[in-house]
């Protein structure tokens, strides 16, 4: 059977999820901390999480500054393609 790529948006998807995931065991922050500082309930943040594609605008920029995302790693998140 033949392999089925993954399209951009998916492989982007897939980092941000990765480097949440990352920074969330770095810095040691819990999902019950990340849902406070995003204005949600924990299992609803458990869920975006897995979906980062789900978050929004508002959300993804509170996240990125409770997880001291570098700027080059930002722009990757919120960009346009």
Do not use: W
Request: glycine share 2%; with cysteine; hydrophobic share 35%.
């Amino acid at each position: 059977m033949p392999v089925i790529k993954k399209s951009d948006e998916e492989i982007r998807y897939a980092l941000m999820k990765g480097n949440i995931l990352k920074r969330m065991e770095a810095y040691q922050v819990t999902d019950k901390q990340m849902a406070l500082v995003t204005g949600m309930a924990e299992k609803t943040f458990a869920q975006k999480k897995n979906h980062p594609e789900r978050f929004t605008y508002p959300e993804v920029i509170r996240l990125c500054r409770k997880l001291k995302f570098p700027d080059n790693e930002i722009l990757e998140v919120i960009r346009q393609q």
